[in-house]
């Protein structure tokens, strides 16, 4: 049995998602971002560092005790992680884009969909602060889902500075700042009502709350929320956004949102989250953060980013069937009618797999139609059937799987066939 | 800094890990092995499962409560795991030919090129007691090493069999068989005389120990070892393998090697190593396994494989400098020469990622020759410099960043030059 909340991925499941992964890694490094790996253990003042993770992940990660006494810990995100290379590695040359594709835990509820164990693909850009940079990893979240051909998404931009001047304009008190974001975040997970409940308990006036929420409602196409809104600080580095954006023909999956919050404490600028349609939700989201690796590093270094999850995106491509799945790769199965045959067919496979052909064959001594049941059962496409007559004339029988065509083909000629 | 024996991959090292990978996942496929993955967390019951790691892996392994106050850990190998899998699908198709590329985690001695934290590669096959399938996983091995540019290696083989045999011809009682075998796979670490006197002390008489090695220096060609002993139980098993890879083409990288012993405890049949020569060392290991699944799942299924050791391999691929290493696999820069062009240049770098080429631009507003100092220091291959002058003829010069080389190109052309 699998410990509660991990899951165990078969090769239906796998070849689905290295296929998914393959494509968005291929979009990561068009956009420039070189592969970064970490240690899925971290120590635990890397993982409690102040205004890293925040006090919520840290009541959810895994950590111990290693034999060295020493707390360790597995990582609850892949930024933690990349900030403490930065630290550790202060002569690399910036702007450093990275990405990094790899698991993070967390001992959270096992609702459905929430996992303990899940894969996260994070690029981020250290060393820039510039909106470009912003505007790059936006651009790169939106081709990975046009290359997965997700079609029904948009991304959602805000400012953790516009929040704040319209916090400011609503008359809250800045040491409450953190804790109302994280109310004005459910807005689109939980009704309007019970925010506003929500937001009263933390003993804010029914004015203030009406004013923030007239704020809050304001989404929509750039142009028009642009045209709505005149003066907000922040204002002007989303419209610098877009303007990158347009260049690059992409702004037109862009809606701003000033609803938008993300609970993480350490965004200081722009936040972006791609949004999926039809019911899914948040599918990848993101932001700048300046002032975090400067908690590692000593000194403050820009950066931005965005993290694409996984495990929901995989929902998406299985529940709209975007790409097929199969139970294996290999596209040619290889039986001898008879055991004496065994050697024979050992080098015809040989053969094949020497020009890059994936190849399998019965390692089971099953009859002919017992091999032809296995290789159907799992999707391979063609089947190679070697009988003493044909070999005799140094040919072969291909079987087309799903058709039942079948060709006398020479061996010689067989590898052209696939 | 890193939890100790844990270590971070920077891009240059990343790219050509890989790299490696990618040769290494594209054998395992052609040989008709699919992709699994399990959860690095696995129950304590799993790991502990008697006969399945044993008590010296067990108090290597970290462990720890989670917080329902269950004991969990992280996987110490990728058999365990697969024995575990197979017990909770039992409906799987059979022979189930799995590949599994994946870290585990031993807390031991952080000695020289020794971790924490290391990456495996295994395949195994499961449902088959056929040689062939020890063939198949030798031969996919051979296979590996062959398209890594490895040259230098070849195979150990042995069988716990004949181990067995010559341990009972030795008048070695039975019960001491496994803590001799021990010390029989010592013969390739530590000098005779010391694997010797390790045998005396676990009370074993001088004549049992001459007659011991006089078979365990028994090693050489298949066809000179086969001849010069005739009859020992499991000798057999390894002449029909040796005859397998032999219609296969690969017997000419086996040895036969009666001091080969493998430390686990869970071998029941013919177990094999790739040895890296030049002072390498072992670099794969691997064997028949027809009694651990049935620890899991109550009743035998007999199962073959063999793991590869991915940060042996890598260290044997950066000292012989088989794959050239790069910082980065970009192929394109493209610099502005002023700021005015920043949204121009957006346009070309959109239009070359669209054609899936993997392109890059300044985020840091640097001048002309510091961009170009960049690109070079990441060893991009070409830059693409827009210039007023150039664009009004809607052209651009590409310069050649090794040669130094200049071409002035119309932009409809660009994206064709890559």
């Given at each position: 049995m699998n410990v509660k909340g991990t899951r165990d991925f078969l090769p239906e499941e796998m070849i689905l998602r290295q296929q998914a992964l393959e494509k968005i890694k291929n979009v990561f490094e068009i956009f420039g971002f070189q592969p970064l790996e970490t240690s899925a253990l971290e120590t635990w003042e890397v993982l409690s560092?102040?205004?890293?993770?925040g006090d919520e992940i840290l009541s959810e990660t895994y950590s111990f005790k290693d034999k060295g006494e020493r707390m360790i810990g597995l990582r609850y995100d892949l930024t933690v992680p990349l900030a403490r290379v930065i630290s550790d590695n202060?002569?690399?040359?910036?702007p450093f884009k990275r990405y990094q594709i790899g698991n993070v835990w967390r001992y959270g509820?096992?609702?459905?969909?929430?996992?303990r164990e899940f894969l996260q693909a994070d690029v981020d850009i250290v060393g820039?602060?510039?909106?470009l940079a912003d505007a790059e990893v936006i651009a790169c979240a939106i081709e990975c889902f046009n290359a997965l051909g997700i079609k029904e998404f948009y991304v959602r931009l805000n400012n953790r500075k516009i929040l704040n001047e319209i916090l400011r304009l609503s008359k809250?008190?800045?040491?409450?700042f953190t804790d109302i974001l994280r109310s004005i975040d459910k807005l689109d997970k939980i009704s309007t009502d019970d925010v506003i409940k929500e937001i009263e308990n933390k003993g804010i006036s029914k004015d203030s709350i009406k004013k923030l929420l007239s704020y809050t409602k304001i989404k929509g196409e750039p142009e028009k929320v642009f045209k709505e809104i005149?003066?907000?600080?922040?204002l002007n580095e989303l419209k610098e956004i877009i303007s990158y954006l347009k260049s690059m023909k992409l702004n037109s999956k862009v809606k701003i949102d000033l609803s938008l919050a993300r609970?993480?404490?350490?965004?200081t600028g722009p936040i972006f989250e791609v949004f999926a349609e039809q019911g899914i939700g948040s599918v990848a989201a993101g932001g700048r953060y300046d002032k975090m690796i400067g908690l590692f590093l000593g000194r403050d270094i820009p950066a931005t980013g965005i993290s694409l999850g996984i495990e929901r995106i995989m929902e998406v491509i299985k529940e709209r069937k975007i790409i097929e799945m199969t139970k294996?790769?290999?596209?040619v199965f290889v039986i001898a009618?008879?055991?004496?045959?065994r050697n024979k067919i050992l080098e015809i496979v040989q053969m094949l797999r020497e020009k890059s052909i994936k190849v399998d064959y019965d390692l089971?001594?099953?009859?002919l139609s017992k091999q032809l049941e296995y290789a159907s059962s799992l999707g391979i496409p063609f089947a190679v059937i070697v009988g003493e007559r044909e070999l005799k004339e140094k040919s072969v029988k291909i079987r087309?799987?799903?058709?039942?065509k079948e060709e006398i083909v020479s061996i010689n000629q067989l590898a052209k066939k696939f």
């Amino acid at each position: 049995m699998n410990v509660k909340g991990t899951r165990d991925f078969l090769p239906e499941e796998m070849i689905l998602r290295q296929q998914a992964l393959e494509k968005i890694k291929n979009v990561f490094e068009i956009f420039g971002f070189q592969p970064l790996e970490t240690s899925a253990l971290e120590t635990w003042e890397v993982l409690s560092k102040k205004g890293a993770g925040g006090d919520e992940i840290l009541s959810e990660t895994y950590s111990f005790k290693d034999k060295g006494e020493r707390m360790i810990g597995l990582r609850y995100d892949l930024t933690v992680p990349l900030a403490r290379v930065i630290s550790d590695n202060p002569n690399l040359p910036l702007p450093f884009k990275r990405y990094q594709i790899g698991n993070v835990w967390r001992y959270g509820d096992v609702a459905k969909a929430r996992f303990r164990e899940f894969l996260q693909a994070d690029v981020d850009i250290v060393g820039s602060e510039s909106l470009l940079a912003d505007a790059e990893v936006i651009a790169c979240a939106i081709e990975c889902f046009n290359a997965l051909g997700i079609k029904e998404f948009y991304v959602r931009l805000n400012n953790r500075k516009i929040l704040n001047e319209i916090l400011r304009l609503s008359k809250i008190s800045e040491n409450k700042f953190t804790d109302i974001l994280r109310s004005i975040d459910k807005l689109d997970k939980i009704s309007t009502d019970d925010v506003i409940k929500e937001i009263e308990n933390k003993g804010i006036s029914k004015d203030s709350i009406k004013k923030l929420l007239s704020y809050t409602k304001i989404k929509g196409e750039p142009e028009k929320v642009f045209k709505e809104i005149e003066e907000l600080e922040g204002l002007n580095e989303l419209k610098e956004i877009i303007s990158y954006l347009k260049s690059m023909k992409l702004n037109s999956k862009v809606k701003i949102d000033l609803s938008l919050a993300r609970g993480l404490d350490y965004y200081t600028g722009p936040i972006f989250e791609v949004f999926a349609e039809q019911g899914i939700g948040s599918v990848a989201a993101g932001g700048r953060y300046d002032k975090m690796i400067g908690l590692f590093l000593g000194r403050d270094i820009p950066a931005t980013g965005i993290s694409l999850g996984i495990e929901r995106i995989m929902e998406v491509i299985k529940e709209r069937k975007i790409i097929e799945m199969t139970k294996s790769k290999t596209k040619v199965f290889v039986i001898a009618v008879n055991d004496r045959l065994r050697n024979k067919i050992l080098e015809i496979v040989q053969m094949l797999r020497e020009k890059s052909i994936k190849v399998d064959y019965d390692l089971r001594s099953r009859t002919l139609s017992k091999q032809l049941e296995y290789a159907s059962s799992l999707g391979i496409p063609f089947a190679v059937i070697v009988g003493e007559r044909e070999l005799k004339e140094k040919s072969v029988k291909i079987r087309n799987m799903k058709t039942g065509k079948e060709e006398i083909v020479s061996i010689n000629q067989l590898a052209k066939k696939f």
